[in-house]
Nanobody
Framework: QPQMVESGGGSVQAGGSLRLSCDFS????????MGWFRQVPGKKREDFAS?????????????AYDEAVKGRFTISKDSANNIMYLQMSSLKPDDSGVYYC??????????????????????WGQGTLVTVSA
């Protein structure tokens, strides 16, 4: 059974940095995309209307970013150790939220994951909270 577990959230002042990690296991497909998504605090993950795309990465290492985070966030993965990262810099209060990592095998190109309806994405983690204060 595929599993994804996030860590690294916390509180930081505007302009600061954080690195999120996502340990993933049990995913046997060779071709898939993984990504990060942000949910408004207080909302359930399933409240799809308020989820925001952040970034995605595919099996070949190709990446895609939402315009709001381009140049500030970097997504990467360590395939040997089954870990995906999100390095966040120049953080803004609007970046606050619960960050979820997710994966879908029906995706071979990173931008596709950011166009996939959230309810169709196969595997989700439990989320990690990021709070950016002004």
């Amino acid at each position: 059974q595929p599993q994804m577990v996030e860590s690294g959230g916390g509180s930081v002042q505007a302009g600061g940095s954080l690195r999120l990690s996502c340990d993933f296991s049990g995913y046997t497909q060779k071709s898939y995309c993984m990504g990060w998504f942000r949910q408004v605090p207080g909302k359930k993950r399933e409240d799809f209307a308020s989820i925001k795309d952040v970034a995605a990465i595919d099996s070949d290492g190709g990446t895609a970013y939402d315009e709001a985070v381009k140049g500030r966030f970097t997504i990467s993965k360590d395939s040997a150790n089954n870990i995906m990262y999100l390095q966040m810099s120049s953080l803004k209060p609007d970046d606050s939220g619960v960050y979820y990592c997710a994966a879908d095998h029906d995706c071979q190109w990173a931008p596709i994951l950011l166009r996939t309806p959230y309810r169709d994405i196969e595997v989700w983690g439990q989320g990690t909270l990021v709070t950016v204060s002004a």
